[in-house]
Every structure is written in C-alpha cells, then in structure tokens.
C-alpha cells in the first residue's frame, strides 16, 4: 500500500512514485482533503510532473483548497475539483470554438479553393477536368472574387464575374462552366459548414446558350469522307460508319464490348449510355457485315481498341481528312463544321427526313427529354404536310349513300 506524507500545507498530502523520477526526486502525487458540514472530501490533485508549467503547490493547491471551501459555504461555484476542472475544459471549449467560428469567418474563397478545393478536385477527377477548374478559377474566379470572405459573397458577386466574361466576349458556355467551378467549390464549403445558404449563382441567369448543331452529311459528303478514312485508317471507318448507321456517340462506342452485340440479330445493346440509361441500337446491312468480318474477342473485351487499349478520343486523322475534303471551307460558326458528332447528327436527321416521328428518333437517340430531339422538327415538316394532304384526299373521297329500308 502507498505510503502517504503530509505536506507543511494544511489539508494537502502526497505518495510518492516508486521508480518515476521528476527532476532529481520521485514523481509526487498529490491530494487535497477538507471537511465540511462533517462531510470528509479528498480529491486529486494529481501528479506533480503533469501540472501546468508554473504550477507551486504552496500557492495554486492552497488557493484551490480555499476556493472550494469558500463555494460550499456561499453556495455557488465549483464545490468540487472534478466540477472545477469540468468547467475549466468547457472554458477552453468555448474559446476553441470560437476561434474557429471567426476562422470560418474569414476565410476568402480563393484560400478555401486553393488550399481544400482545387486538391479535393486533383485526387478525384481527371487530370484534363482539374486542370480546367484551375483555370477557371486564375483567370476569371479569383481576380473578381478570390480575396472576398465566403460568407460575404452574395448575387451582386456573381453578377460582377458574369459581367467580366461577357466583356471579354466570351461565350454563354465558357460563362456556364466557370459558374459551374464556383458552385462545386461553394457546395463543398456548404458541406464543411463554412457556409449554410445556396449558391448565390442560383440566383444569376447566364445568357441562354444555342449549340444546336444543324449541319449534317450529305450522301456525297458522307461517302467521300468514309472512303477517305478507310485507305488511312481502317478502325476509324468503322468507328465512323457505325456512328452514323446507328446515331451511337463516340463514348458509346470506345465502351462497346463484345458481350453487348448480337451480330446474328442485328442488335447492340448500349449499356454505358450517356446518363447512365441503357438502350439498344440496331445494326444496318452494312454494319452487320462489318462485325462479322471483324475476328472477335472475348465478351468484357472492347470492340475497338489501339494497342490494346480502348480508345479514349476520337483520332486526329479524323479532323485532318475534314479539312482535307474542305467540308468546313469557309465555315466559321462552330454549329455548322464537321466534327465526329456530325455523324450522330447526320443519322438523326435522315431518319427525321424520312418520315420517323421524333417520338422514335428521341428513343434511338437515348436523348433524357423529347426538347432535345426537337431540332429535328423542321427536317419532318414534309411529312407533316403529306399527312395533311392524305386528310384532304379522305375527305374529299366521294362517299358511298348508306343503304336504307329493310331486306
């Protein structure tokens, strides 16, 4: 059992540790003992190598001792050094939190961007998508916005950047994308609770944007581009002439495996469409014969692949043969020059020229809302007026008299 010796202080006694030294002596343990209303308390102080630095036991254990003393008497205050301490720690609590409330407080959107962000973005997005928002936010995010407190950036904020794109000339949809750096920036703040509202970019509309490309292939264009493309580059022949037989986008079709085709019904079944909803597409003549002339793999191998690996863009010898063919000769509206997504185009707009409701084109497509496939309308406004001509033909149609009486 531990031996206990008084101290030259009343009501304060110590034991000494076997072995732990603190400085040339043995670590001391501490206690305080008083009575009060014939009540015996003790409690510890504890040992004296863990007190604060400054810590003399003739000054804070007597003023401790006298302080819970003098709380039982009054009736108030800490009346025991366990509540005492308890009290302390929601002290220095509250002064943490308040700290760190007026941090959160302070903190600009450039310093949450560059120091939690823009690393957040880095491990867990493509390398090309990081790199963008990083841009986004050098040139246009932060000299309007960088130095401004999170909490106190409002509309009027957003209004501003939106005003310097739009000065600078540039488009609607560099306007959108940089906007929509801010607000994944914004809401991973929101999600740290170093802001509570939305993003004030709800509240800001960006100019309305037209991309709706209108230009398509035309017979002569499209089998002068194919034949092109199949002394250069066989694969790529396929790539394109299934893009526009079956209207599939070119991740579509670099995510194709061989699992997905049955070449003998004339079937694929698209399962990593665009928005994650799965749809089939139908093979043509030609891009049935194309497949079974090509040596298959087995079924989780891609279709198309260079080097073993499966293509993540489309070639550039693909825009080298359009602008050899000159099919953007003088084109300057982006909407109107050829790109690998005019085959997707082109397919749609055939169907739309051969009489097919958007109802189907919009299915064969894979498009989420039948607005997206509206483009099309104008190219079935002849099969809307054929439509009407058959009415006018059936109500012109001379009529047969009913027969009347009994048999």
């Known amino acids: 059992m531990a031996q206990w010796n008084n101290t030259s202080y009343p009501g304060i006694r110590y034991r000494e540790h076997p072995t732990r030294k603190y400085g040339k002596r043995p670590d001391r343990y501490y206690v305080i003992r008083y009575r009060i209303g014939g009540k015996r308390f003790e409690e510890p102080l504890g040992w004296a190598s863990e007190q604060k630095e400054g810590w003399v036991l003739g000054v804070d254990g007597v003023k401790t001792l006298n302080e819970l003393k003098q709380n039982h008497k009054l009736g108030e205050g800490p009346r025991t050094l366990k509540q005492k301490r308890e009290l302390e720690d929601a002290r220095i609590e509250a002064e943490n939190q308040e700290k760190e409330r007026q941090k959160k407080e302070i903190i600009t959107f450039g310093q949450f961007f560059k120091d939690t962000y823009l690393p957040t973005s880095k491990m867990h997005k493509k390398t090309k998508t990081s790199a963008m928002e990083d841009l986004h936010f050098r040139l246009w995010i932060n000299p309007v916005l960088g130095d401004k407190p999170l909490k106190a950036i409002k509309p009027f904020d957003l209004e501003r950047l939106k005003k310097k794109l739009l000065d600078k000339d540039k488009s609607p949809r560099t306007a959108q994308y940089v906007f929509a750096t801010f607000r994944q920036a914004w809401n991973m703040a929101r999600r740290d609770g170093l802001v509570t509202e939305d993003s004030p970019t709800r509240k800001v509309k960006l ?19 194919l034949e092109e493309i199949k002394k250069r580059d066989p694969k790529l022949h396929d790539v394109t002439l299934l893009s526009l037989r079956t209207g599939m986008r070119a991740s579509e079709i670099f995510n194709l495996k061989w699992s997905r085709l049955d070449i003998e019904n004339g079937r694929i079944l698209i399962a990593d469409a665009k928005g994650d909803k799965g749809r089939a597409a139908f093979m043509t003549n030609d891009v049935q014969a194309m497949f079974k002339g090509m040596k298959q793999q087995g079924p989780d191998d891609y279709v198309f692949t260079e080097d073993g690996e499966k293509y993540s863009e489309v070639p550039w010898i693909f825009r080298r ?31 739309a020229e051969s009489g097919v409701d958007l109802y189907t084109i919009k299915t064969l497509l894979g498009h989420s809302t039948i607005s997206l496939t509206e483009r099309y309308s104008h190219l079935t406004e002849g099969t809307l007026q054929g439509a009407i001509r058959t009415l006018e033909r059936s109500m012109n149609k001379p009529r047969t008299e009913e027969k009347t009486g009994t048999e």
């Open 207 to 225: 100019p309305k944007i037209d991309n709706k490309r209108e230009r398509f292939l035309t017979v002569d264009e499209e089998v002068r581009l």
């Open 321 to 351: 043969i359009v602008s050899e063919l000159e099919l953007n000769a003088g084109i300057k509206d982006p909407r109107q020059r050829v790109c690998f997504h005019t085959c997707r185009h082109t397919f749609a707009s055939r169907l």
